[in-house]
């Protein structure tokens, strides 16, 4: 099936719209319509950049964000790097007063 890349053009478009719309008229900080229409706003992008290479064989230079499970566990070991290098600190101005 060849995809048509002018028809998700224009879904995306319609999609980016739906976004700012239900960003515009949030309710609230967790309105579940602006989580919607951000899942829709990213499928609608995938498809064109997917319809974008299939036919034309070129992409967007948009990238998007992939949902991290881990980030939490990245902040962890953020901090145990700062502990190490604090430690290393601490190391260093032992030495200097000797």
């Known amino acids: 099936m060849t995809a048509d890349p002018r028809a998700a053009l224009d879904r995306l478009v319609a999609a980016l719209e739906a976004h700012f719309d ?39 230079p948009f990238v998007l964000e992939e949902e991290d499970d881990d980030e939490d566990d990245d902040d962890l070991d953020d901090e145990d790097d700062d502990e190490d290098h604090d430690l290393d600190d601490d190391a260093v101005l032992e030495d200097a007063r000797g």
């Open 22 to 60: 239900a960003i515009a008229t949030r309710r609230s900080d967790d309105d579940p319509r602006v989580d919607d229409a951000y899942d829709v706003l990213a499928d609608a992008f995938e498809v064109y950049e997917d319809a974008l290479a299939q036919v034309h064989g070129e992409i967007t």
